[in-house]
């Protein structure tokens, strides 16, 4: 095989000039490829660590079975009581790879300074669990002004930046909130804003809240909750982790529906599949691209070395011999380009890393760094399917070659 790659070398060096435009083609299509998955790889862990700890969605959250049904309809009904959630909380905790289990409530009204009302959605929370899933992400991607959510303070709440703008509220103004209860009554309660944060969206900057737990349940004059929070050692664990919940719940007797974390946001799935929509549209050009550089490479070659071709099938090389001669120079020209479109992906990576450059997505209030992951084991598979893409290319060629007839092929001019 060594003999055969020599050879294949020998030939491709033959015509410089056309083998360095393939090998180019090649190296450019790869490094596009790979920059763009590298991009994505990272856009796609950015989203999850979003929904996981920015939304506070957690790896997997619990509802009671027909919440997602008819929990609007009549969410008293199908929300999780005081029992209830001891029990499902007891049961979850003693899972190995659960961190956290916590309840949380989703509440809705009107939010006033005295002057100007406003609508609001609000996600009632314990602030201490709250802090354990959001982590160093809050800090570092989604920063609180002020004090933030505090178990010693029940009535203090975090505010959407533009919302506490709309409303002329800093940290340590208050303000009034105003929702129907599960039974039907107008309630109305103090509030001191503790912070204000950005909530990375235009679309919920203006409405979203934070509030603690207890403050929630008062709000709405219930002791239930709607869902379980649960956090997880490993995001990698997620369904197996569901799986067993699923099975420990249900053999406890408590019917309930667990969610993951990317089927509740919503914003991840709609991204992702844009995102996996344009990586095929490039990667379809970047396959045509290949096919055709190589094929051509091929082609000029066999018509280039008629009398080559008829010389060594005079001396006995077979049809299938010349058909692998030119598999190999096309496998050769997808090694060769592939590496070269590594060097570059790398040398781009580099710069990328080096400037730091930043850009405002859309539906986002404020800049995020772009980042290009380097992903070897993508980049190994691209590279092998870009060898084997090379090879496949050059077998039209190479059997048109293998299938001319020898006198003719050494009378060729």
């Known amino acids: 095989m060594i003999k055969w790659i020599k050879i294949a070398l020998r030939n491709i060096l033959k015509n410089k000039r056309r083998s360095f435009v393939t090998l180019i083609a090649i190296a450019i299509g790869f490094a596009a490829v790979s920059l763009f998955q590298g991009y994505i790889h990272n856009t796609y862990e950015g989203l999850r660590k979003s929904a996981v700890r920015g939304e506070g969605l957690g790896h997997l959250t619990i509802y009671k079975q027909g919440w997602l049904e008819k929990g609007k309809i009549d969410p008293d009904k199908y929300m999780f009581s005081q029992e209830e959630l001891k029990r499902i909380s007891d049961l979850v905790g003693e899972d190995e790879d659960v961190i956290l289990a916590t309840p949380q409530i989703n509440i809705s009204g009107l939010v006033s300074n005295g002057r100007t009302s406003t609508i609001f959605l609000a996600n009632g929370v314990i602030p201490r669990d709250d802090k354990t899933i959001k982590g160093a992400w809050a800090a570092f991607r989604r920063p609180v002004k002020g004090e ?20 002329d509220l800093k940290p340590g103004g208050y303000g009034v909130i105003m929702a129907t209860t599960l039974d039907g009554q107008m309630n109305a309660l103090d509030i001191e804003v503790a912070g204000t944060y950005d909530t990375g969206s235009s679309a ?33 664990k997620t369904e197996a982790t569901r799986e067993r919940l699923e099975d420990t719940l249900s053999g406890a007797g408590i019917a309930c529906k667990i969610k993951t974390w990317n089927e509740l946001s919503l914003f991840y799935l709609k991204v992702r599949g844009m995102f996996d929509m344009i990586f095929m549209f490039i990667f379809f050009i970047v396959f045509i691209i290949v096919i055709m550089s190589v094929v051509n490479t091929m082609g000029m070659a066999v018509l280039e070395r008629t009398r080559e071709i008829g010389t060594l099938r005079a001396l006995g090389l077979k049809r299938r011999g010349v058909s692998l001669l030119f598999a190999v120079e096309g496998a050769m020209l997808g090694f060769l380009g592939t590496v070269f479109g590594i060097v570059l992906n790398v040398i781009v990576w580099a710069v990328i890393r080096a400037v730091g450059p930043t850009y405002i997505p859309p539906g986002y209030s404020s800049p995020v760094p772009l980042i290009v992951n380097l992903v070897p084991q993508s980049m190994f598979f691209l590279m092998l399917f870009l060898i ?26």
Request: net charge negative; charged share 25%.
């Open 204 to 236: 919920t900057n203006d409405k979203y809240m934070r509030v603690p737990f207890g403050f929630a349940q008062s709000l709405y004059d219930t002791e239930k909750a709607d869902r379980v929070v649960v956090l997880l050692n490993d995001w990698n």
């Open 388 to 413: 084997l893409l090379s090879l496949m290319a050059a077998i039209l060629p190479a059997r048109r070659a293998a299938r001319q007839n020898v006198v003719d092929a050494l009378g060729h001019v």
């Open 148 to 167: 933030g959510l505090s178990d010693k303070k029940p009535y203090g709440v975090e505010m959407g930046e533009d919302l506490a703008s709309h409303l």
